[in-house]
């Protein structure tokens, strides 16, 4: 899970470093520490009363300010640990944060090779389906990556998003899908300049409009197939009510000055192992 302790202690290395961020900056204002950790907190209760096992990062260098959105930096496909490779520079060193916990990996590890940018909150993995997405933080090459090393295992599916010169702020791929445990997904079409047919074929389509997506309403958490964490935000409500009338149950909890960054649930969590 994100570390909210340190998050901007030293104000003069912070990086802006989305839409979503000079936005909030410039209406309101970063978050406080205050406020990310407490928001942790609550998050954290809730994933270990749902049985999960939680982990902390330790505290990266100083180039890092910010180790709210873990899902970047890394991810697991089969037995396989992927060190990503970040976009900004200032979270290049994210991942040694989390080195002492990777220590104890017994499976094999791999990581990005320069050059290539790939970041977590794209890569998505359903059965034995990879959605990559291509836009503001991952580049084809980190797609031909993947079909590289898991190619003979996964089908792998570029996605490109929209750009910001569309009108669309498409983070990562997780803004604008994710499939979910009872075979339904979330997902903002108008996000995607490309909708692979996996994606039309696989999953029962629970659509969220623009102004949903924007409030991250996609970017939930799955702790079983039938259970998720949400965000309680009035921009979340109509998804949230829609994700219980398929079949879930559905926590919601604050969740707002990591939102205000980019992220939420997804981005806020690095799962280290996989069913």
């Known amino acids: 899970m994100g570390r909210g302790a340190g ?30 950790v407490a928001e942790f907190a609550t998050f954290r209760a809730t994933m270990e009363g749902a049985g999960v096992t939680v ?28 060190t990503a490779a970040m976009r900004n520079a200032s979270r290049a060193q994210e991942i040694e944060g989390i080195e002492k916990l990777l220590a104890t990996f017994t499976g094999p590890r791999l990581s990005v090779p320069p050059g290539i940018t790939l970041e977590g909150g794209d890569v998505i993995i359903a059965g034995p389906d990879i959605f990559v997405g291509l836009g503001q933080r991952s580049d084809p090459e980190g797609a031909a990556f993947l079909r590289q090393h898991f190619g003979d295992i996964y089908s792998i599916h570029p996605v490109p998003t929209r750009p910001l010169s569309d009108g669309e702020d498409v983070l990562h791929l997780d803004c604008a899908f994710q499939p979910l445990g009872l075979g339904h997904a979330l997902i903002y079409p108008a996000g995607l300049e490309t909708i692979p047919a996996a994606m039309r074929s696989h999953f029962d389509w629970i659509e969220v409009t623009r102004d949903e997506a924007a409030a991250l309403a996609t970017n939930i958490l799955s702790v079983a197939p039938d259970h998720l964490i949400a965000r309680d935000h009035p921009a979340c409500t109509r998804v949230n009510t829609a994700l219980r009338a398929a079949g879930y149950r559905v926590e919601e909890i604050p969740f707002n000055a990591v939102p205000s960054t980019g992220g939420a649930f997804r981005c806020a969590t690095l799962p280290l192992t996989r069913g």
């Open 7 to 36: 998050y901007h202690r030293n104000g003069a290395r912070v990086e802006v470093v989305n839409e979503t961020h000079r936005q909030t900056l410039a209406r309101h204002g970063h978050p406080t520490e205050a406020q990310v």
């Open 55 to 82: 982990h902390i990062p330790d505290l990266a260098p100083d180039t890092v300010q910010d180790q709210t959105c873990p899902r970047d930096i890394g991810f697991v496909i089969g037995d396989t640990f992927v």
